[in-house]
């Protein structure tokens, strides 16, 4: 850039120097390691930068007069790196140095680094110094027992931890107590795929230099390593400790695995205070997760993640914000809407996924800030769930039973590990008749050998046993006195139980896709001001995210599938599951509390349908259709059942003859080989069809057709009972369900008639689906108050505590205001009473302890202790604090829950009170049918900046509502939709609002709607907070308050050469 004859203004280049040794960093024939390569690249690409390579000949030998001239310096020691003469030329030319030079000397001594942490108010784990002049130095406060070492009086029983004071020494040693046979480990740099060797015969320890002694902390297996890159921004990553087995975990590409973390609060405030501790803007550190409390162990200086993108992004954004702020404070670090290197990537196809809808987001006042975003929402497309029942009377399978529940005769056993499982399969595998042999004339027994073949079938689905979507029951029914086996008297044996195979219901590849769409989707849209260039919401220090799943497989897959696309993660789904998904079932499952009522309902719709009389209130009129008992039923629902059951017949008919064509090629086999056509394992990632199967004209997915055939005969079989000529209606969303997936699924099967029962079924689901929650408004009420009563209680925490977390921010920076504007009259100010600042410290004491009482966030996952001050959350900017909760559950909980937002003025106690939703969104909730896979409600709070603390307009809420992947199958808008169903996948609705345009919800007004039908505060489970935990905070605040400006890079101090 330069001068030109039209005048241009010359804008200086930016030169940032790159002074490494070249070892370090090289890779294969590439000048620089991959991430650095990356990093520097993304840098160089927004136009602003030269990037300047040192290179070894330079560092090594030329003078530093000589080296080149820079404005910003990356320079991090290494063996055989001069650090003296690196500062020495940084005192010269005063370049901004990213990671300060003096420091790095620390680094190298063990014992310096934790008395810098220490010094800084992080904790470490509890350790002793033993210090020696000379190798095997007899020291009197040094003593070694078989089981201990005392070191100044401090006992460490083993297992403890002895680590070199010298840093660049990596060999560390574990001690075994001898109770557990006694030993050692040694901790080593990966050599290979090992990273530890046990040695079994070394009991003594070492005593040749200077050493650390500390308290082994267990971790469940697993370390975390947090990666710095400036004090605000922290990338963290798990992975397998080389505690375990010393074996590392690879990929197929031979990189080892690491799993993605979140950091709770108080970690992010420990990295911010590493990164400032030792003046090292990109710093990698260990952190050890024990017990409910995190230390650091180790700090290593200069590190970059390995292959993640995302995190490559992130630190080119970062790196490139601190030069400008360094160096050309004028130009904007403002980061672009399409970051230089992306902007001629091609938008990803499958973006489409998720359409716009009325609730987008942008119509909010400047002075309003996000506080948080809550969503419920349903799980992914998904296969049929199927359950098959059989009375089992072989002694195989009942002596396993009596295996896995304990000898005892009475008790019903669960199967569902691995093991348990095979065994089951193994004792089926014996016990089924080979196709078309035997006598199996009698229909009882021809259907019980016909049973166990799709027990069979089920079991050996996917060729390994994941035990998150099969699960058997045995349930012994009838038992016989017996002699016991030694002759002494008699004993129960159970002759007949109940076997109960519950299988299905399995996250299809479309439901992943569904997912992580959405999860990207809400990256990009539910979080105004951040953009497409924002620091990963998970990696900043302004976000408190939480995702919360019920039991079943396809929530827990979904809500993994989400946090990949949200938080722009990489990998497959397992670790991010493991990782970032915390289960609570008794929040998002189960239909126990509402049985009564579900049953009562279910039997009223029945008479409505048969009989085709639907009663009305007296005081319902044509604008309120939805007050009506079965409001949504066709009126000719009577006359569809008998059409609805010749067709399942039919297309039941085809699939019986695909499936006896299968059968048949099996007889022609060993009953004894396993076919596994699908590997679920490998699959459980993928979110695309799987193109071979289908090309072989075989069921997508893992059904076969004998299965397929199995599910579609149970439906002809339960829909209508022909000896009592009865109809159950309960089976009518299973029709559905079976319909709708085989045509998005098989329909290269080209089966006939199943569009017209899709059709048939369809009419009768809308109506049968949402009336089986509540018949009218009144019971939709009370059902879904009693199924969803604890999660609207903890949805109300939610929006308490970030209120109070907000309020405490917006008078913590009206006190700084104040203290800052009366700096100058302090002095003439002494005898000011302090009645005033001492009635504020009493209401904020006051209610701190009402936020005890009702902050029960974290209660499973132990994380109230970590919640941190939001004072010190962002010095910069702690307003920006947002806080996120996902909950990902079932389609009885997303129904239950919009029940209780449309209907909650209904109930005597706020009679009188407006709803939450307005009359339009009622009508438009009336006309939604059907709340599909991925269905979601979204609860955002802003928080109104100019309005006084105490006015309820403060806070306002925002409902808006997606049906999810609400489209038929049969459909054909655009060319786009066609792509996605050759795909098997439907888009997704986009949220729409449930309150008028320039309508005003305040919190206050929610809390009061929805209070009496939540499980109030109180009766969540405590928290427990680890003894002596307590006062870290206010330790580490007033450091930190020391500290904060003097520290180099923040924005108004640029001490080391701006």
């Not at 267990?218 to 010393?246: F, L, M, Q």
């Amino acid at each position: 850039m330069g001068e030109g004859g039209g005048g241009e203004v010359y804008e200086k280049i930016i030169i940032v120097g790159v002074c490494v040794m070249e070892k370090k960093v090289k890779c294969g024939s590439e000048a620089f390691s991959a991430p650095m390569r990356q990093i520097l690249d993304r840098i160089k690409a927004f136009g602003e930068f030269e990037i300047l390579y040192f290179g070894d000949k330079v560092i090594l030998e030329d003078p530093i007069e000589s080296w080149p001239v820079c404005d910003c310096l990356i320079a991090f020691y290494s063996s055989g790196f001069p650090l003296e003469k690196a500062e020495a030329y940084a005192d010269l030319r005063k370049p901004f140095l990213v990671n300060e030079l003096e420091p790095q000397h620390l680094l190298h001594d063990r014992r310096k680094v934790y008395e810098r942490l220490k010094m800084f108010g992080i904790s470490v784990p509890r350790y002793a110094l033993v210090n020696r002049e000379a190798p095997y130095q007899e020291l009197d406060y040094f003593i070694e027992d078989e089981d201990y070492v005392e070191v100044h009086g401090n006992l460490f029983w083993k297992p403890f931890v002895e680590k070199p004071v010298d840093g660049d020494d990596h060999s560390i040693m574990i001690y075994y107590p001898s109770s557990a046979g006694g030993g050692m480990k040694e901790l080593f740099r990966k050599v290979g795929n090992r990273s530890s060797e046990f040695h079994p015969e070394v009991r003594r320890v070492r005593r040749e230099g200077s050493y650390i002694y500390e308290e082994f902390m267990p971790t469940g297996g697993t370390d975390v390593k947090v990666y710095t890159v400036g004090p605000e921004y922290a990338h963290a990553e798990a992975r397998k400790s080389p505690v375990v087995d010393g074996v590392v975990m690879r990929n197929r590409d031979g990189k080892e695995i690491r799993y993605p973390v979140l950091l709770t609060p108080n970690e992010k405030q420990m990295a911010r205070e590493v990164c400032i501790a030792f003046r090292q803007a990109v710093c990698g550190f260990d952190l050890l997760r024990s017990e409910g409390r995190s230390y650091v162990c180790d700090v290593n200086g200069w590190s970059f993640v390995k292959n993640s993108h995302k995190y490559y992004d992130d630190a080119a954004c970062v790196l490139r914000k601190m030069f400008l702020e360094a160096k050309a404070p004028h130009l904007s670090s403002v980061i672009p809407p399409t970051l230089p290197w992306k902007v001629n990537e091609p938008t990803p196809p499958s973006e489409r996924l998720t359409r716009q809808g009325s609730g987008v987001i942008g119509s909010f006042g400047q002075s309003e800030e996000l506080r948080c975003v809550i969503v419920v929402i349903r799980h992914g497309d998904r296969t049929p769930k199927q359950k098959v029942k059989l009375k089992v009377t072989e002694e195989k399978l009942l002596n396993l039973m009596l295996k896995y529940n304990g000898g005892r005769p009475r008790v019903e056993t669960k199967l569902k590990s691995a093991v348990e499982l095979q065994d089951l399969l193994d004792a089926t595998r014996m016990l089924v008749p080979r196709p078309g042999a035997g006598s199996d004339n009698e229909a009882d027994d021809f259907e019980h050998a016909e049973k166990l073949r799709q027990v069979k079938a089920v079991l050996e689905e996917g060729g390994h046993f994941s035990g998150i979507y099969r699960k058997v029951q045995l349930k012994p029914l009838k038992w016989v006195k017996v002699q016991k086996s030694n002759g002494e008297g008699e004993e129960e044996r159970p002759v007949e139980a109940l076997m109960i195979l519950k299988y299905g219901g399995v996250l299809t590849h479309a439901g992943r896709k569904q997912a992580e769409e959405l999860g990207r989707y809400f990256r990009n849209n539910m979080y105004p001001g951040e953009g497409t260039g924002l620091l990963r919401l998970h990696s900043t220090y302004r976000h408190d995210l939480k995702i919360y799943s019920s039991d079943e497989g396809r929530v827990q897959m979904s809500a993994a599938a989400f946090a990949k696309g949200l938080l722009d993660l990489e990998g497959q789904l397992t670790p991010i599951l493991v990782s970032l998904v915390s289960k609570d079932s008794s929040m998002l499952d189960g239909l126990e509390n509402a049985s009564i009522e579900i049953v009562e309902a279910k039997s009223r719709l029945n008479e409505i349908i048969t009989s085709g009389v639907r009663s009305a209130h007296s005081n319902v009129t044509s604008e309120c259709p939805w007050m009506t008992d079965g409001a949504g039923l066709p009126s000719n629902a009577s006359e569809l059942l008998p059409k609805l059951v010749t067709l399942t017949k039919k297309v039941t008919e085809q699939v019986r003859i695909l499936a006896k064509d299968e059968d048949e090629n099996l007889a022609e086999t060993s009953p004894y080989d396993v076919i596994l056509p699908y590997d679920q394992a490998k699959a459980l990632g993928k979110t695309n069809i799987d193109i071979d199967r289908i090309a072989a004209g075989l069921p997508c997915g893992s059904e076969g057709f004998l299965l397929m055939f199995a599910r579609w005969k149970k439906l002809a079989r339960d829909l209508y009972n022909e000896r009592k000529e009865r109809y159950d209606i309960t089976q009518i969303p299973d029709v559905y369900d079976s319909c709708k997936y085989d045509l998005l699924h098989n329909a290269h099967l080209n089966l006939e008639d199943l569009d017209e029962l899709f059709k048939v079924a369809q009419l009768l689901a809308d109506g049968v689906i949402p009336n089986e929650y509540g018949i009218n408004p009144k019971q939709k009420l009370k059902i879904g108050s009693k199924i969803a009563r604890r999660l609207l209680g903890k949805i109300l925490i939610d929006l308490r505590n970030t209120r109070e977390e907000a309020l405490h921010v917006a008078e913590l920076k009206s006190n700084q205001d104040y203290c800052s504007n009366s700096t100058k009259t302090e002095k003439a100010n002494e005898g000011f009473p302090p009645e005033l600042s001492t009635k504020t410290d009493d209401m904020r004491k006051s209610n701190s302890t009402s936020e005890m009482s009702i902050d029960q966030d974290e209660d499973d996952d132990k994380e109230t202790k970590y919640r941190l001050d939001p004072k010190y959350a962002n010095v910069m900017t702690p307003e920006r604090h947002v806080r996120t909760r996902l909950y990902f559950t079932s389609e009885s909980h997303i129904h239950s829950l919009m029940n209780v937002i449309r209907y909650c003025n209904l109930d005597e106690s706020l009679q009188g009170e407006a709803g939450l939703v307005s009359q339009n969104a009622l009508e438009h909730l009336h006309k939604t049918k059907e709340l599909d896979y991925m269905s979601h409600i979204v609860i955002r709070m802003f928080e109104n900046t100019e309005v006084a603390l105490e006015d309820p307009r403060r806070f306002r809420i925002e409902l808006t509502f997606s049906n999810g992947a609400d489209s038929s199958p049969l459909e054909r808008k655009d060319d786009s939709e066609a792509s996605l169903k050759q795909e098997h996948t439907l888009p997704i609705m986009g949220p729409e609002r449930l309150q008028d345009v320039g309508s005003y919800l305040t919190l206050a007004k929610m809390e009061k709607m929805i209070r009496p039908f939540a499980m109030p505060a109180e009766d969540f489970p405590p928290p427990s907070t680890p003894a002596g935990f307590s006062g870290y905070f206010l330790r580490s605040a007033l450091v930190l308050e020391r500290l904060v400006n003097l520290w180099p890079f923040h924005k108004n101090a640029h001490t080391n050469g701006k």
